[in-house]
């Protein structure tokens, strides 16, 4: 069965799967659609954990043995299989369709890839895996190989003219009426990146009582809030300067701005590091994957490309973990931990100069 990242709620209303898979590049969509599911897990009693990320020469009997020993503490437990490049290789394509066609007891499934091509959607592995479970697409794609044998949904990707009722809709679940004007305003600053365009909406909700919002209400929350340093964080970061960064988080921290105020440009930067890492991670070129740049981030191409030397795909992956953590410490949804310690701790982790001699590889 597939369907759009966007009905997956009403999936998890109906029932859980034993088995989900989340495919897809738009990160927003991706990560909102595996914390769903973490969330139906837990609450149905999924209180143990084991994520696995599928990285080169991968040993695929360790998957299988932690199905098979159940926990003395534990009744059900949820299991993660992350595959960064989408590419399984031989034993990995076999140990998924066996893992598919006998899944563990009490256990849930979730299995994340990255946007597919049609070739890859085809395989046998897949078609195990989508017979199996679900199959939620984060991402505008056409698979015709899907198409033959069942139904295939597309989720479209928000365009230009669709955002501001996509923003319009967002802001209404947080008690927020906004200004034609102003959600205008904020598509063209967000420029179609819909994990930017979320952090400002949760910035306003922050900022703002609930009610009307204006376009001065939205200018002064976009544009004012030192949108010069708070760009310069991500500057900081594709340069390796640390000693930079610390004192740009420490200047936002003591002027008494909040934390989502600046978040999203930290965010922007690891998703666009994760989404060129994850390119090379498939066998992309380094300079096809930087003609993927545009806007301030083409400006940026060379420290970028420096950045992609330096850091290791699991590094970028461990960071956006890190920034998903600061956003809920930011909303009091996490008690443990500052928000701003831990921004601090993501940007001196990816702002570390490489080593001489040594780099964290691709």
Known sequence: MNIPAERLPDQLARGLAALYVVVGDEPLAAQEAADAIRAAARAAGHSERNVFTVQGRYNWQGIFASGENLS???????????????????????????????????????????????????????????????????????????????????????????????????????????????????????????????????????????????????????????????????????????????????????????????????SSAVQLLLRLKSALARGDSVTSVMRTLWGRDKQRAPQIERALQRLSLPRVESALADLALIDRQAKGLERVGDPWDTLLRVGMTLAEPARIGKRDGR
């Open 72 to 266: 003395l503490f534990a009744e059900r437990r949820l299991t993660e299989i992350r595959i960064p490049s989408g590419k399984p290789g031989v034993d990995g394509a076999k140990a998924l369709e066996t893992y598919a066609a006998k899944l563990p007891a009490d256990t849930l499934t979730l299995i994340s890839l990255p946007g597919m091509d049609w070739k890859a959607m085809q395989s046998r592995w897949f078609a195990a895996l989508a017979k199996t479970g679900v199959v939620v697409e984060a991402k505008s794609r056409w698979f015709a190989a899907l198409a033959k044998t069942g139904v295939v949904v597309e989720a479209k990707p928000v365009d230009r003219a669709a955002l501001p009722a996509w923003i319009e809709r967002r802001l209404a679940k947080q008690g927020l009426r906004a200004e034609r004007t102003a959600l205008a305003f904020l598509a063209d600053q967000v420029e179609g990146n819909l994990l930017a365009a979320q952090q400002e909406i949760d910035k306003l909700a922050l900022l703002l009582p609930p009610g009307n919002v204006t376009l001065a209400d939205v200018e002064h929350a976009v544009v004012d809030v030192s949108r010069l340093e708070a760009d310069a964080l991500a500057d900081a970061l594709y340069a390796g300067d640390s000693a930079r960064f610390a004192q740009i988080v420490a200047d936002l921290k003591d002027s008494g701005e909040a934390v989502p105020a600046i978040l999203w440009q930290v």
